[in-house]
């Protein structure tokens, strides 16, 4: 039971560039979501999904697009990379409220 | 909307003494809240959870938090600060209808020896 694995850990982008952060969990979780971790900010949630084929908006979802075609994984994806982006990314699994999450992905993007 | 207000950014404590870690909440109704904690370079490990029963809930590693309807409060205590304890802890509410966790800004806690 590997709870939630998010790949990969570290990512360094230029700008401009695409690429997705994956997330895979195997507790068949109904409720996914993505949040990046900013100093001072705390955890702010880009997008989540509350089931396969369904995904919704977060609190800072420009720029990431999302998408839930599995119970088990919710890919997130940037489109065209800016330097804003540069963050740690957190991928949660949740049942009942309780929340379970990966161990992040650090993103530099130059 | 719910919201979550940590009080402190930054608490430092001596190696032995007590922590008090402040959160107050905002929320239409019954909410469900969390303490969380992330060590340095690490991911976030869930400390405690209260969702309706006792209002003293009691956590991992000694930590305790109680939840004060009136004062719309959740304060994170431990009675003896450990150096492993120095961390960044997060206080999270729970939107029952969608799900969603709603993060405070964070307080680091500092433990000196």
């Known amino acids: 039971n590997a709870g939630v694995t998010q790949t990969p850990k570290f990512q360094v982008l230029k700008t401009g560039q695409s690429m997705t952060l994956q997330c895979a969990q195997d507790?068949?979780?109904?409720?996914m979501s993505w949040y990046r971790q900013d100093p001072g900010m705390g955890l702010r949630l880009i997008h989540y999904?509350?089931?396969?084929?369904?995904?919704d908006q977060g609190e800072v979802p420009n720029g990431y697009n999302v998408s839930r075609s599995t119970t088990e994984d919710f890919p997130l994806r940037l489109l065209s990379a800016a330097p804003s982006q540069t963050s740690v990314y957190f991928c949660?699994?949740?049942?009942?409220?309780?929340?379970?999450f990966g161990q992040g992905t650090r993103l530099t993007v130059v | 909307a719910q919201s979550v207000t940590q009080l402190d950014s930054h608490v430092s404590v001596s190696e032995g003494t007590p922590v008090l870690l402040r959160c107050n909440y905002s929320?239409?109704?019954?909410?469900?809240l969390f303490w969380y904690v992330q060590h340095p370079n690490k991911g976030l490990q869930l400390l405690l959870k209260?969702?309706?029963?006792?209002?003293l809930v009691k956590g991992i590693n000694g930590f305790e938090a109680e939840f004060k309807k009136s004062e719309t409060s959740f304060h994170l205590t431990k009675p003896s600060a450990h150096m492993s304890d120095a961390a960044e802890y997060f206080c999270?509410?729970?939107?029952?209808?969608?799900?969603?966790?709603?993060f405070g800004q964070g307080t680091t806690l500092q433990v000196k020896p």
């Open positions: 949660a699994s949740s049942y009942a409220s309780l929340a379970f």
């Open positions: 507790m068949n979780h109904e409720y």
């Open positions: 999904s509350v089931g396969a084929g369904i995904t």
């Open positions: 929320s239409s109704y019954s909410p469900s």
């Open positions: 209260y969702t309706s029963a006792a209002t």
């Open positions: 999270v509410v729970s939107d029952s209808n969608t799900g969603k966790l709603i």
